[in-house]
């Protein structure tokens, strides 16, 4: 059993910056992959970033790419989501999530484990 609580979000204006964090409590295993994705109103939850067990590898969606950095610390059991030059269009409900098995996966459905997200909103 896995249980994420995301942190972080808020209200900033295009072109600032925010840093998500999802801590990560199990009971046992090794690290396990992680991955952000986010949904805005009325749309689909699609994939944003993910991270590698070790922290060595990253993979990001086209939309993020360059704006945003994952990065992870296994020893806080913490991953963080770093966005700058935030645009509007990033405003969505921001969700981290992993699964046992599905490394590099990009499909939601194939992810078990979700936090309750957390609200991400950018102004004009």
């Known amino acids: 059993q896995v249980q994420l609580v995301e942190s972080g979000g808020g209200l900033v204006q295009a072109g600032g910056s925010l840093r998500l964090s999802c801590t990560i409590s199990?009971?046992?295993?090794?690290?396990?992959?992680m991955a952000w994705f986010r949904q805005a109103p009325g749309k689909e939850r699609v994939f944003v970033a993910g991270?590698?067990?070790?922290?060595?590898?990253?993979h990001y969606a086209d939309s993020v790419r360059g704006r945003f950095t994952v990065s992870r610390d296994n020893a806080l059991n913490t991953v963080w989501l770093q966005m700058t030059s935030l645009k509007p269009d990033d405003t969505a409900l921001y969700y981290c999530?992993?699964?046992?098995?599905?490394?590099?996966?990009?499909?939601?459905?194939?992810?078990?484990?979700w936090g309750q997200g957390t609200q991400v909103t950018v102004s004009s």
């Open positions: 999530a992993t699964s046992d098995w599905a490394d590099w996966a990009t499909n939601k459905d194939d992810y078990t484990y």
């Open positions: 199990r009971r046992t295993g090794p690290p396990l992959h």
């Open positions: 991270i590698s067990r070790s922290g060595d590898g990253t």
